[in-house]
T-cell receptor, first 114, second 114 residues
Framework: DAMVIQNPRYQVTQFGKPVTLSCSQT?????MYWYQQKSSQAPKLLFH???????NEADTPDNFQSRRPNTSFCFLDIRSPGLGDAAMYLC?????????????FGPGTRLTVT | AQKVTQAQTEISVVEKEDVTLDCVYE???????LFWYKQPPSGELVFLIR??????QNEISGRYSWNFQKSTSSFNFTITASQVVDSAVYFC???????????FGSGTKLNVKP
């Protein structure tokens, strides 16, 4: 089945130690998104890629970076995680950028910062 | 500005009861799209429905039904004869026509007790 896969499902990192979360998709969608979701809150968009074109949300901290080496994979890099970065990180895809497209979400990676 | 309000933070019902989850939105776009997603404890957001602004026809899918009313800017979701497996957080989301950025409501946590 076509899907969005995130690895690992749970990640523990130390304060200030760089961490990378990965996402892959078999849907062949042009757009990939990264969201941060804290407990009991709505997902918050960090950035998205349309093909190789990267688009950062205005309020996304510089500590968060992303890479998309090919259509299938997208990575979220947190350069120096702080305690406030502990959250669920959700990857999503959509066929293109038209507002009518539903987004398909992966199961998320829960990040703990110690 | 785009905004989605889900006033009900948490709802508890007993199995087989009907329950309605409210969603009120604000937008200046003439063309827009509304979505409902389910987030079970496992974390993955599951797409339930999309409705575009030109289609006010209500929809029924099994035990699920949606009532879209432009006059009140509402897109409410009803589960008939609720089941324990319906326990999850439900998010309503809005996107404009030009860009597929989702504006999520804060979510409603539904607890269905046996």
């Amino acid at each position: 089945d076509a899907m969005v896969i995130q690895n690992p499902r749970y990640q523990v990192t130390q304060f200030g130690k760089p961490v990378t979360l990965s996402c892959s998709q078999t849907l062949n969608h042009n757009v990939m998104y990264w969201y941060q979701q804290k407990s009991s809150q709505a997902p918050k968009l960090l950035f998205h890629y349309y093909d190789k074109d990267f688009n950062n949300e205005a309020d996304t901290p510089d500590n968060f970076q992303s890479r998309r080496p090919n259509t299938s994979f997208c990575f979220l890099d947190i350069r120096s995680p702080g305690l406030g970065d502990a959250a669920m990180y959700l990857c999503a895809t959509s066929r293109d950028l038209q507002g009518s497209n539903e987004q398909y979400f992966g199961p998320g990676t829960r990040l703990t910062v110690t | 500005a785009q905004k989605v309000t889900q006033a009900q933070t948490e709802i508890s019902v007993v199995e087989k009861e009907d329950v309605t989850l409210d969603c009120v939105y604000e937008t200046r776009d003439t063309t827009y799209y509304l979505f409902w997603y389910k987030q079970p404890p496992s974390g993955e957001l599951v797409f339930l429905i999309r409705r575009n602004s030109f289609d006010e026809q209500n929809e029924i899918s099994g035990r699920y039904s949606w009532n879209f009313q432009k006059s009140t800017s509402s897109f409410n979701f009803t589960i008939t004869a609720s089941q324990v497996v319906d326990s999850a957080v439900y998010f309503c989301a809005l996107s404009g026509d030009n860009f597929n950025k989702f504006y999520f409501g804060s979510g409603t946590k539904l607890n269905v007790k046996p």
